[in-house]
């Protein structure tokens, strides 16, 4: 399968030639080519100066800009469902896709569904850098033309010009793939286009945005006439997940001012506990030193990611302050963003406090791990969004205070019961403008789980991904984190009280969560945990 995967990625490349009518058709559009470029309108103002902060939900009339293609003589009296192909490969990617994301929400064009990043060779004109690739779902009340020109104007003020190489390098391609289950084809448009169907760079993004819910009707755009057994069929016969992985089309995540893939190999997350009573190490590391001591011997270990947290979410800690939060955060951050030893480690900060998240991404922190999965601050999802940084999404019921109660660990099948919970906070993220690119799941071992709910749920990984996929194969597909580090059900198992005498009994589950498909393992000891990923790797990927 992946051999034929990779022949169809050679073919793709190989095709320098296409018909009159198609070389007409990707006319403009250098990489997707999905629709002949329109004139430019006038040129977008800046988000902030209409008033719109990237990640809310909503935006009133008077927050759009007042395009002619935008009046009541262009727009739909009913909104539909439309299919958004992004791709860049000059200049900053990602802050061209946020842009234009900002500029389309501003346009009355919002995303509903996001799917991966995909990092991918260039086509016809190879000589070029890597392009990234993506698409978003949206709703729209723009008739399809009116689209395009809205389109065409979004990529100006992102610094596209007319002219210049065919199929050459530019700062952003946006591209109509369906619109809703409607065919078009005229002078200047045609949907879906001819030739979709052979480009993995294309299939991939389609296929995130769909879901396996079994609720798309046979009026659904992923079972178009076109699509012969519909998008997911087709993209199966391409190779579907055997396409991703090589140079040709890595699925990526952003992560400071890298592109990581997070399949490539497990992951090992450090954990830094700035607190006088976490369950494991509380009181070791409240001093700076013995942070910054501490931090450099984990990235020495092997650590990819340091995780660091001032507040404690054992079962009964109460939570603190926001200043207090930040009096413990502050000055660590301070060092660990100043030490050299520390370039190349990742940093992820450890809190469910929206404005301690922020002033951490304004320190240098790189990812926000929030337990609460944004339930436990109602500016959270908002705030992330508006950071454009990673966010790590675990599943957890009530607070530490409470979340071990009967009530709270109560489930009839905890596999379905989190991953349907943590769908439901998906779908709230990506409404409020975090796109699921973003997401890192984390099923919250330890967290609201007895003893054998915890164990379920390690040997039960991959039923937690198809429940994500019901809602978003995006998030199913993207990176899962697992935290069973020296936790109490490992110590009752093992009959080890302290929590530094359960560094093998982490081991063994850290070892069945990476067979079982997690992409980062949270440890306190990075080394032991790192040497068994290595071997696991060595096996398995």
Not at 303 to 324: H, K, M, N, V, Y
Not at 469 to 485: H, K
Request: aromatic residues 4%; hydrophobic residues 40%; neutral net charge.
């Amino acid at each position: 399968m992946r051999r034929e995967a990779w022949g169809a990625m050679a073919r793709l490349r190989r095709m320098q030639q296409q018909s009159g009518r198609e070389r007409s058709l990707l006319q403009g559009h250098s990489h997707l080519g999905f629709g002949r470029s329109a004139d430019t309108f006038g040129r977008f103002p800046r988000v902030e100066q209409l008033g719109v902060a990237f990640g809310r939900s909503s935006l009133s009339k008077a927050s759009v800009p007042n395009h002619a293609h935008y009046s009541s003589s262009t727009a739909s009296t009913t909104e539909e469902e439309v299919v958004i192909a992004i791709g860049s490969n000059i200049g900053d990617r990602i802050a061209n896709f946020n842009r234009a994301l900002e500029l389309m929400r501003a346009s009355g064009i919002q995303a509903i569904r996001h799917a991966s990043l995909y990092e991918s060779a260039p086509a016809y004109v190879t000589d070029q850098p890597l392009f990234l690739n993506s698409a978003v779902s949206a709703i729209t009340s723009l008739d399809p033309h009116s689209l395009l020109r809205t389109l065409k104007d979004i990529e100006s003020e992102l610094g596209r010009t007319s002219g210049g190489i065919r199929y050459g390098p530019r700062p952003l391609d946006l591209d109509i793939i369906f619109y809703g289950n409607r065919s078009v084809t005229t002078e200047t448009l045609e949907i879906p286009h001819a030739r979709f169907l052979e480009r993995p760079f294309v299939l991939a993004p389609l296929a995130d945005l769909l879901n396996d819910a079994g609720t798309r009707s046979t009026s659904h755009w992923s079972n178009h006439k076109r699509c012969d057994g519909g998008v997911a069929q087709a993209w199966n016969k391409m190779g579907g997940e055997a396409c991703i992985g090589n140079e040709d089309l890595r699925r990526v995540i952003p992560v400071g001012n890298e592109l990581l893939d997070l399949s490539a190999k497990t992951h090992v997350m450090g954990i830094l506990n700035v607190t006088p009573d976490s369950f494991s190490d509380g009181g070791r590391f409240m001093a700076v030193e013995d942070a910054v001591a501490h931090a450099r011997s984990m990235a020495a270990e092997g650590a990819d990611f340091i995780d660091i947290g001032a507040q404690s979410t054992r079962p009964g800690a109460t939570r603190l302050s926001t200043e207090e939060e930040l009096s413990r955060l502050v000055p660590v951050l301070e060092a660990l963003t100043a030490d050299s030893a520390l370039k190349g480690v990742k940093l992820s900060v450890d809190t469910f406090d929206a404005r301690v998240g922020r002033e951490a991404v304004k320190m240098g922190v790189h990812v926000v791990n929030d337990v609460s999965g944004g339930s436990l601050d109602s500016e959270m999802l908002s705030t992330v969004a508006e950071l454009g940084v990673p966010y790590i999404m675990m599943h957890m019921r009530g607070d530490p205070t409470n979340m071990q109660s009967k009530a709270n660990t109560t489930y009839s099948d905890v596999c379905e019961e989190v991953g349907k919970e943590l769908n439901s906070r998906v779908v709230q993220a990506e409404a409020v403008g975090v796109p699921a690119w973003r997401i890192i799941t984390d099923p919250g071992i330890g967290f609201s789980k007895t003893l054998p709910q915890n164990l379920d749920l390690l040997k039960h990984l991959p039923v937690v991904r198809r429940v994500l996929s019901e809602s978003s194969c995006t998030v199913s597909r993207g990176p899962m984190l697992v935290g069973p580090s020296r936790k109490g059900f490992l110590g009752k198992i093992t009959e080890r009280q302290k929590g530094e005498d359960r560094d093998a009994a982490t081991v063994a589950a850290a070892v069945v969560a990476a067979i079982g498909g997690a992409n980062i393992i949270r440890a306190h000891n990075v080394r032991a945990v790192r040497d068994a990923m290595k071997v696991v790797d060595a096996i398995y990927k």
